[in-house]
């Protein structure tokens, strides 16, 4: 081997070492961001009864800024920003819609739920427009989570409006940890369901002709 040769493969030696220590300071990707879902109620509103008649429960319709499986926070009355590495399992419209109608289904509240994919001709549909849907406090403190949901029921045979009606529930998180706001905002958009199961049989019945 000439000098020149033996020079040029040391020096392709340590440059290979170097990149292979270099490499190994470097941080490995970021760990996935924790996911966290809804639940859907337990037990049933006391008092309900099922009603006779069937139900379509459509996705509600949101603002841009929710149209994200990214958890939502107000920090200020012209600020808005996400939590950093978690998410939800969902875009927040269908997975609230997912919960509402397994909700229904829990409560027995009507004779059939589904979704508008399960392409049923319902007696009813329910219609509506979430939002709020997000905490709201500075950063680094235990926020309060916000769910609201404007609620259409639709008579399907005449497409008429029979009912309307405003939900909106606040829970305070026990703690700025992330774990603690999803289970407020669980917490909340249960209260927000319970309440719209009994206000949704109690107006289809009225319009069922008090079935």
Known sequence: MTGHHRRGVLRFGAASAAATALAG????????????????????????????????????QTVPALRTTRIAQAIGDNEFDYYADAEWGDLPA??????????FERADAVALVASERERLRPDFR????LVPFFAVGAVGTAPEARVGLDARLIRNRDREVVATRSFEQARRADSPDIAAVVAAFDA????????????????????????
């Open 94 to 103: 269908l997975m609230f819609q997912a919960v509402a109608i397994r909700s």
């Open 126 to 129: 329910l219609t509506s427009s």
């Open 25 to 60: 300071c470097l941080p490995g990707p970021p760990p996935p961001p924790r996911r966290f879902y809804l639940t859907a109620l337990d037990t049933p509103p006391p008092g309900i009864r099922t009603a006779p008649w069937s139900l379509v429960v459509e996705p509600p």
């Open 188 to 211: 909340a958009s249960r209260a927000v369901i319970r309440e719209l199961v009994v206000w949704t049989v109690e107006a289809g019945n009225a319009a069922d002709g008090g079935a």
